[in-house]
């Protein structure tokens, strides 16, 4: 899980290490107004098992490591 937010200029980088490393990656946008979002688009081509979550504003780090935990164990 790769929560981001404003993170345009590393987030490839971060998800392409990552995705060596696991068997699918999630990464969530947390509200980000700059090109994160477009970025991590991009990486979903180069990797199919990424998975995007997006939110329209920014509600900080907890709240998307709360959000991917309920998602996957309840």
Not at 9 to 26: L, M, N
Not at 46 to 53: K, T
Request: proline share 4%.
């Amino acid at each position: 899980m790769v929560p981001a937010y404003n993170e345009e200029k590393t987030v490839a980088s971060v998800v392409s290490q990552t995705a060596q490393h696991v068997d699918s990656v999630i990464v969530i946008d947390d509200g980000s107004t700059d090109g994160t979002l477009e970025e991590i688009k991009k990486m979903s081509r180069e990797h199919p098992s990424l998975e995007i979550i997006t939110w329209p504003t920014n509600r900080g780090k907890g709240c998307a490591i709360r959000r991917v935990f309920n998602v996957l164990w309840l």
